[in-house]
C-alpha cells in the first residue's frame, strides 16, 4: 500500500458514533492525509408531493451533520472534505466514490451481523470487500487498545501471480507499520496438508519479522486466523481479498468475509 494521501471515511447518518471517524482523523494526524468524509442518504419520497424539494432539504441537514463533525478536525489543521449523495444503494455508491477521489484507503465502522444475514443479504461491508480497488479497513466499535499489535495472514506457498502480489502488498504494509515504529507485529500461515508445510524461515526473511512472531499453523485459513489473532491478542487483523468474484464467492465467501465477525479487532482487507 502507498503512503496515504486520501483516505475516504464512511459517514452512517444512523449511528451516533463514528468510530471509523475517529481512527481515521487519528491516522490523518499522523500522515497529513486529506480526509473525505462522505455520507449517502435515501428515504421513500413517494408520498411527498414536492420531492425535489424534500430531497435537497434532507441532504443539506445531512451536510450540516458532517460538516459539524469535519469542524473540530478542521480546526487542528486538518485537511477534510464533505460529500453528500442521494442514493439508495449507499455501499455501491461509496465504492464509486473511492473511485473518484483516487482514495487509497477506506475506512468503515463495521457491525456485528449473523453469517445468514452477510450470506443472503449482501450487507455494506461485503459490498465495500468485493468491489473495492484499495484497501478498506472495517473499524470495530471497540476502543483502539493503547498497545498495537498487528496480524497480518499470508501463504507463503502461493504460485499464481495474483496471490504473490497479495502476499507482497500485505508484507509491504506490515514493514512499513515496523519502520514508523506503530505495532508490534506477527504473521501468520494456515496449512490444511503436511505435503504441502509453509516455509517458517522464508517468510521470516521475507518479512523482516523474527521468527517467533511468524505462526504456521495446522487447520482452515479463518480458524486459524481468529483463533491466532486472540492468542497474540490483535488489534489488528489483514487479510488478504482473493477471490472476490463467481460462483463460488457468493456462496462461501472468502476468508477475509468468514473471520470478520468472529473478531473483536478491526479488520483491513487488502486487494
Known sequence: MNELNTILVVFDPTQEQQPALDRAAKV???????????ACIYSDLDKVKNREEETSKLVEEQQAILSAAAGPLIEKGARV????????????AVVQVSEKTNADIVFKSSYRHSTGKRLFNRTSDWTLIRECQCPVLLVKECKPAEEQRVLAAVDIRART???????????????RVLEHDRAEVHFVNAFEDFRALPDRQ???????????????????????????ARKVDATLVVVG???????AAAFHGNTVEK????????????P
Not at 490523518?28 to 462522505?38: I, S, Y
Not at 507482497?168 to 506490515?174: E, V
Not at 512472531?213 to 483463533?227: M, N, Q, S, T, Y
Request: glycine share 8%; aromatic share 8%.
Open 28 to 38: 490523518a494526524e499522523e500522515t497529513g492525509a486529506c480526509l473525505h468524509l462522505f
Open 241 to 247: 481479498n482473493s477471490g472476490r468474484t463467481g460462483i
Open 202 to 228: 522464508a517468510l521470516s526473511e521475507k518479512s523482516g519479522i523474527e521468527s517467533g512472531r511468524i505462526h504456521i499453523k495446522l487447520g482452515a485459513p479463518e480458524k486459524v486466523i481468529v483463533d491466532t
Open 259 to 270: 473471520v470478520l465477525d468472529k473478531l473483536e479487532c478491526d479488520v483491513l482487507s487488502m
Open 161 to 175: 501471480e495474483s496471490y504473490e502480489k497479495l502476499n507482497d502488498n500485505i508484507i509491504d504494509f506490515s514493514r
Open 81 to 92: 472534505v464533505t460529500e453528500v449523495e442521494w442514493g439508495r444503494n449507499w455501499y455501491h
